[in-house]
């Protein structure tokens, strides 16, 4: 059984790409496929280096059952791209970052985390760090429907997606 590495990127790695994390983690839990999957999250920025998440995110995320609470921002490294399967950047200023410090022969691993969802065309998880909560809940949704269908696609038999 293969078991799938997925980073998940933000600017600070306070807000969306913790979410992320949590998310994935708790819905793979919830479903008994946390053996097969292995998350988690970093910043393109230092900014927040060995912070946890923003307090608006854990609340959120507590709110819907996910616990962010023993994570700590980190920066994105080197290392990240030969370790990770999947690298997903939470918008289009993220995937160009990571595509410059990414080495050329892992740049087919990096994409738009919103690409996993049909249809929608924002192509990018807002920023809820400068309003409120409501920003945070918004995160929420849209997390949840694409680590929802990147688990299934993920963990479904090749050819049956």
Request: glycine residues 10%; contains cysteine.
């Amino acid at each position: 059984m293969t078991k799938h590495s997925v980073l998940f990127v933000c600017t600070g790695n306070i807000c969306r790409s913790p979410t992320a994390e949590g998310v994935a983690r708790g819905l793979a839990q919830r479903r008994g496929l946390d053996s097969r999957f292995y998350f988690e999250s970093a910043a393109t920025h230092g900014y927040h280096v060995g912070d946890p998440p923003d307090p608006r995110a854990l609340r959120a995320a507590l709110a819907r059952g996910y616990d962010l609470s023993a994570q700590r921002a980190r920066r994105v490294t080197e290392f990240d791209f030969e370790r990770f399967d999947l690298v997903l950047a939470m918008g289009y200023d993220h995937l160009d970052w990571l595509r410059r410090a990414c080495p050329r022969q892992h740049h087919g691993k990096l994409r738009l985390f919103l690409s996993y969802v049909e249809g929608d065309s924002a192509g990018e998880v807002p920023d809820p760090y400068y309003g409120g909560l409501a920003g945070f809940d918004e995160v929420l949704d849209h997390v949840e429907a694409v680590v929802d269908r990147l688990l299934r696609e993920l963990s479904a038999p090749p050819g049956r997606t």
